[in-house]
């Protein structure tokens, strides 16, 4: 992600998330869905349909439906 002048808690918190989500998104402890991918891409300037279909492959990755 790009975090480039920021510490965690405040990238976080531009985004919307606790600094414990975003860590767990980081790990891939945690999936995002669809919308809150796209809110992230928004708010860093990223196109939302990339960050959408990063967020499905995780999750068909994690059902083991590669």
């Not at 402890?29 to 279909?53: L, V």
């Amino acid at each position: 992600m790009i975090t480039e002048g920021y510490g965690t808690k405040e990238f976080a918190a531009t985004l919307g998330l606790s600094a414990q989500s975003l860590c767990d998104i980081e790990k891939g402890r945690r999936i995002p869905s669809a919308r809150r991918a796209a809110k992230i891409a928004n708010k860093i300037g990223q196109p939302a349909s990339y960050w959408i279909k990063l967020a499905f492959q995780d999750m068909l990755r994690l059902e083991n439906l590669d």
